[in-house]
């Protein structure tokens, strides 16, 4: 395991996290050289034919979970907003993951229907969470930079304080794209800050100077791997040259059969071997 998954979002650089939605291109992402990668809630849920942040996809999530903690390295999963509005539920279910090796987890209080959960609430989630599971990086993600909400700067840092209070690890604020908004993040929230990866704002460079601490590519992947896909299938369609240089057929059997052992041993016991 490389190594420490706290100590990765106090290196003095961002800690680059890609997105993953299955086993494939988690794997893929290892192969890489990624030490951390985590999960996007959108790719999971759309993947199982859920809609993403509905609280459908808790069987999903735990499923992918299972196999994912297999890989050399950090994976922490989104979990939208807990699967529940107890927190003691969502501290049962953090616990399965760790008990998997699951490093972190992502937890959210924006809800479906465009509004924010009550903070008072979510700091008591994220209590329990901590209580039950004390060294999972717990990263509190809030939203009101992503709902379009007014006063987003000072909402955001106003529930960034009360989770940190509560024991959150980190602070994730996507929709937060502008420098100086992103700065004020940095210097308010008081703990490591997460920013969603925005292909048309911020660079990675410029996000490292700023003292971002993370930096995630959300459903980032997810959504080229089908733009890649329709794209292909409509070149085929039309007679237009269709990209040739793709991993062979062979080399992505071999990724899986890296760990096909290990999958089977984890699915045969409810937990994946030690590493």
């Given at each position: 395991?490389?190594?420490?998954?706290?100590?990765?979002h106090?290196?003095?650089?961002?800690?680059?996290?890609p997105?993953a939605?299955?086993f494939?291109s988690?794997?893929?992402?290892?192969?890489?050289?990624?030490?951390?990668?985590?999960?996007?809630?959108?790719?999971v849920?759309?993947a199982?034919?859920?809609?993403?942040?509905?609280?459908?996809?808790?069987?999903?999530t735990?499923?992918l979970?299972?196999?994912?903690a297999?890989?050399?390295?950090?994976?922490?999963?989104d979990i939208?907003s807990g699967?529940?509005?107890?927190?003691?539920?969502v501290a049962?279910?953090?616990a399965?993951?760790?008990?998997?090796?699951?490093?972190?987890?992502?937890?959210?209080?924006g809800?479906?229907d465009?509004?924010?959960?009550?903070p008072g609430?979510?700091?008591?989630?994220?209590?329990?969470?901590?209580?039950?599971?004390?060294?999972l990086?717990?990263n509190?993600r809030?939203?009101p930079?992503w709902?379009?909400?007014d006063?987003?700067?000072?909402?955001?840092?106003?529930?960034?304080?009360?989770y940190?209070?509560?024991?959150?690890?980190?602070?994730?604020v996507?929709?937060?794209?502008?420098?100086?908004?992103?700065?004020?993040?940095?210097?308010?929230?008081?703990?490591?800050?997460?920013?969603?990866?925005?292909?048309?704002?911020?660079?990675?460079?410029?996000?490292?100077a700023?003292?971002?601490?993370?930096v995630s590519?959300?459903?980032?992947?997810?959504?080229a791997s089908l733009d890649?896909?329709?794209?292909?299938a409509?070149?085929?369609?039309d007679?237009?040259?269709?990209?040739a240089?793709?991993?062979?057929?062979?080399?992505?059997q071999?990724?899986?059969?890296r760990?096909?052992?290990?999958?089977n041993r984890?699915?045969?016991s409810g937990r994946p071997?030690?590493?």
């Open positions: 395991m490389p190594g420490d998954f706290h100590a990765a106090h290196g003095g650089e961002p800690l680059l996290l997105n939605w299955d494939a988690a794997a893929a992402l290892a192969a890489m050289g990624f030490g951390a990668i985590g999960t996007t809630s959108l790719g849920a759309a199982a034919g859920l809609p993403d942040a509905a609280g459908l996809a808790r069987d999903a735990l499923a979970a299972r196999v994912l297999v890989l050399p390295v950090h994976i922490t999963v939208e699967f529940s509005e107890s927190s003691e539920e049962e279910f953090t399965a993951l760790v008990e998997l090796g699951i490093a972190g987890v992502n937890i959210e209080d809800r479906a465009g509004s924010l959960a009550d609430h979510m700091a008591e989630i994220i209590a329990a969470v901590k209580r039950r599971c004390p060294d990086f717990l509190a809030t939203d930079y709902l379009g909400l006063r987003r700067l000072e909402r955001s840092l106003e529930r960034a304080r009360r940190r209070d509560a024991g959150a690890d980190g602070i994730f996507p929709g937060a794209v502008t420098a100086v908004d992103i700065s004020a993040l940095v210097d308010g929230v008081g703990g490591p800050l997460n920013i969603l990866f925005s292909p048309t704002q911020v660079p990675l460079a410029d996000l490292a700023l003292g971002v601490a993370r590519t959300g459903s980032l992947l997810f959504r890649a896909v329709t794209r292909t409509d070149a085929l369609r007679g237009a040259p269709v990209a240089d793709l991993p062979p057929y062979g080399e992505v071999n990724l899986i059969e760990y096909r052992a290990q999958i984890t699915a045969r071997p030690r590493r």
